[in-house]
């Protein structure tokens, strides 16, 4: 088990990947002689070439159709989208063609395409640099969507994703390529379904996903430390499909169930795990549920405003204290 | 060109208007449902380019006026009319409809309905065998509306950086929709239009099949031969309405009968008939022969052929089974 930061992981799993399947390609702006704008690609230029490492024009729509149109002929590419303010202008060829082709072709052509992409709010970027999109492509039918927490999910994620015949958009964090994790030195496959019990508890069940189960992480860490209350984080790792069973498992055990999600609370994750929970569990619960989302506001630029808009952690410890009535 | 090639196009493009034709039947019968797009006026493009090129070997993709375009990679027409009747048999299994016509095994790549969206699809299908290294090239038909997305413009730029093996057919029928494209595009040839991208171009009489082919052949020629893209421009006209929704109250009865006098089956059958290949009578027992295969062969099958079930209305959303999803990939 080797320490190693996010942007590592998902470059070692490209490096893997391409070595293994020389159909497996990656292509994005600046991905290629630049080694990407968050080093998920660095070195593979020299190593595979330009006509794998491909470094594109800036079309986002046009560039991510061409990677669809490749792996109706074998290829397997892995595009980059370099925020995910920017696949806004890829939803045609990603919803569109990608997610909906096996369907509307009766099973004859398959769009194998990763969609990898930084989302989130990062630091003073401005409204049009700090979108959250996991929940435009999470009701997409014939799109799955992961996103990971940590490197080791990065890492084996991006593995299966690549090998899995689905379309799959991984939506990662851009505050989250440095952060350091456990990656174990074999090779291994992330399940693209399911969840995963960050970390046990039997009083409440906080439900994240990215960067938002660190939140949690913390929030149940000051919780146990300083009010008696320990709670269960589970990391919602893929959002399409969500893991109606393990939702329903962990309220079942907890009784009570509180979202936190760094998107805007309309049609989102925190809704519909809502929807889940009362849909598969409703009488276990002891509460009702309760989300933590951001403000529904563009992000502003200025430094308070912006932090203001975003929950953290203590914002999950004050909506659980409020619901144990403390 | 030899009389029984030019007998041959002359029957496909037959075929493709009587077929058409029985389509519109049916939509008025309410067999087809849906937005349904007709080929007539135009079957000199897709008969005439998939003749200069390899039907089955290469890659072809288009828009949602698609029916001839499958047929000529090699469909069966019944599996299209079948499609277009909702039917489990239908190309598509019924999923897909007139617009979106799919015939893998034959290489016809789909139809979409999305103006303009099928443009990097095309270059992706290059790009797929540039690097699986095959003499296939990917054929890309869409309309002259089209080449006002961004689409267009983004994918001739990626299309002629990489180099890739594809031809784009524009069959430029000066319409989109009821838009006439004077009113719409500021440049009326669009083959001008790709000039910004450093890419062969060149533009022909979309009525005039031997016209069509011989450009093609240069297309195909050019681009199979490893000297990256090319555009195609081809002139033509469509005589029904853009769809079956459409009155076409946009156009001059003048406008419409000056194309009806270069209908390209009219076109190839006086000259098969001035060069003495072929009589009045033998094309309209042609004509009738077709018409009975339609009627006797491909309506049935159609009609008779079952709905999908209701129980599969989740198949095909994802891969039928996936290893990777579940934890079972080691
Ligand atoms: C993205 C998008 N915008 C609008 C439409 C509606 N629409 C369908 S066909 C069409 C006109 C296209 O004309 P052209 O590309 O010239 O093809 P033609 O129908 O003439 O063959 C329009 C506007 C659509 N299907 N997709
Ligand atoms: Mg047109």
Same mark, same amino acid.
């Given at each position: ?51 794998? $490492? ?20 074998? $290829? ?34 398959? =769009?194998?395409?990763?969609? +990898? ?45 690549? +090998? ?60 146990? *430390? ?6 269960? #984080? ?13 939702? =329903?498992?962990?309220?079942? *055990?907890?009784? +009570? ?15 519909? #795990? ?16 309760? +989300?933590?989302?951001? #403000?529904? $506001? ?18 999950? #410890?004050? =909506?659980?204290? *409020?619901?144990?009535?403390? | ?7 041959? %196009? ?8 009587? !077929? ?17 797009? &007709? ?24 828009? @949602? ?29 019924? /999923? ?5 016509? !799919? ?17 990097? %699809? ?18 890309? !038909? &869409? ?8 689409? !267009? ?13 594809? &031809? ?6 000066? @319409? ?60 033509? @006209? ?11 109250? @946009? ?10 006098? /270069?209908?390209?089956?009219? &076109? ?63």
């Amino acid at each position: 088990m080797a320490e190693m930061m996010f942007w590592e992981a998902v470059r070692r799993a490209h490096d893997e990947e391409m070595a293994r399947d020389p159909m497996v390609i990656c292509m994005g702006e600046d991905i290629g002689v630049a080694g990407g704008t968050y080093k998920a690609t660095r070195g593979l230029f020299d190593k595979y070439g330009p006509e794998r $490492v491909i470094d594109t024009p800036i079309s986002e729509n046009s560039f991510s159709g061409l990677a669809i149109g490749a792996a109706f002929c074998g $290829v397997r590419p892995i595009v980059e989208i370099m925020s995910v303010n920017f696949a806004w202008l890829a939803t045609d060829q990603i919803i569109n063609t990608a997610a909906k082709v096996r369907y509307m072709s009766g099973g004859q052509l398959e =769009a194998p395409v990763v969609f +990898r992409s930084p989302g989130g709010t990062a630091h003073q970027l401005g409204a049009q640099h700090s979108a959250r999109m996991e929940k435009v492509f999470m009701g997409i039918a014939g799109l799955r969507v992961v996103t990971p927490s940590n490197p080791k999910q990065a890492y084996g994620l991006l593995k299966s994703a690549v +090998r899995c015949n689905d379309p799959v958009f991984i939506n990662e964090h851009e505050l989250m390529y440095n952060m350091k994790g456990e990656v174990p030195d074999e090779e291994f496959f992330h399940p693209l379904e399911g969840s995963e019990v960050a970390r046990p508890g039997r009083d409440i069940t906080l439900f994240g996903y990215n960067i938002s189960v660190h939140w949690c992480l913390q929030a149940a860490d000051i919780l146990s *430390k300083q009010h008696g209350i320990e709670a269960e #984080v589970v990391d919602l790792y893929s959002l399409n499909p969500l893991d109606r069973a393990g939702i =329903a498992a962990s309220v079942s *055990k907890t009784h +009570r169930a509180l979202i936190a999600e760094e998107a805007e609370a309309p049609v989102g994750v925190g809704s519909e #795990v809502m929807a889940i929970i009362n849909e598969e569990c409703f009488f276990e619960l002891d509460a009702p549920p309760v +989300r933590v989302s951001a #403000v529904n $506001v563009p992000i502003p630029y200025n430094h308070t405003l912006e932090k203001a808009a975003i929950p953290n952690a203590k914002d999950v #410890v004050a =909506a659980v204290l *409020k619901m144990f009535g403390k | 060109m030899i009389a029984a090639e030019k007998k041959r %196009l002359l029957r496909k493009m037959l075929f493709a208007r009587r !077929f058409e034709e029985r389509c519109y039947e049916a939509y008025v019968e309410r067999k087809i449902g849906g937005f349904l797009h &007709l080929y007539p006026g135009q079957e000199a493009c897709a008969i005439g380019v998939m003749a200069a090129a390899r039907p089955g070997h290469d890659y072809v993709i288009t828009g @949602y006026r698609d029916h001839v375009h499958a047929i000529e990679c090699g469909s069966d027409p019944k599996e299209v009319m079948a499609e277009l009747y909702g039917k489990e048999t239908g190309s598509s299994k019924g /999923r897909g409809g007139s617009m979106h016509i !799919f015939d893998a095994k034959h290489r016809f790549m789909g139809g979409y309905a999305l103006v303009g969206g099928p443009f990097p %699809l095309a270059a992706g299908m290059a790009k797929g065998i540039k690097m699986r290294g095959g003499d296939e090239i990917a054929i890309c !038909f &869409l309309g002259d509306a089209a080449n006002n997305q961004g689409t !267009f413009h983004e994918t001739m730029n990626m299309a002629s950086v990489w180099q890739l093996p594809v &031809l784009f057919v524009c069959e430029n029928n000066l @319409y989109g929709i009821g838009t006439a494209i004077e009113r719409s595009t500021a440049e009326l040839d669009q083959y001008k239009r790709v000039c910004g991208y450093n890419m062969a171009a060149a533009c022909t009489d979309g009525q005039d099949i031997e016209q069509v082919i011989q450009a093609a052949t240069t297309a195909v020629d050019h681009v199979r031969s490893g000297k990256g893209p090319y555009f195609l421009e081809l002139k033509t @006209y469509r005589y029904r309405g853009h769809s079956m929704s459409d009155a076409g109250s @946009y156009r001059t009865k003048e406008e419409q009968e000056l194309w009806a006098k /270069r209908d390209p089956i009219n &076109l190839l059958r006086d000259r098969l008939i001035e060069e003495k290949e072929m009589t009045l009578a033998d094309f309209e027992a042609l004509d009738k022969e077709l018409m009975a295969e339609i009627e006797n062969e491909i309506i049935p099958f159609a009609e008779n052929s079952p709905e999908p079930k209701v129980e599969d209305l989740e198949k095909y959303v994802l891969a039928e089974h996936c290893p990777y999803a579940k934890g079972e990939a080691h």
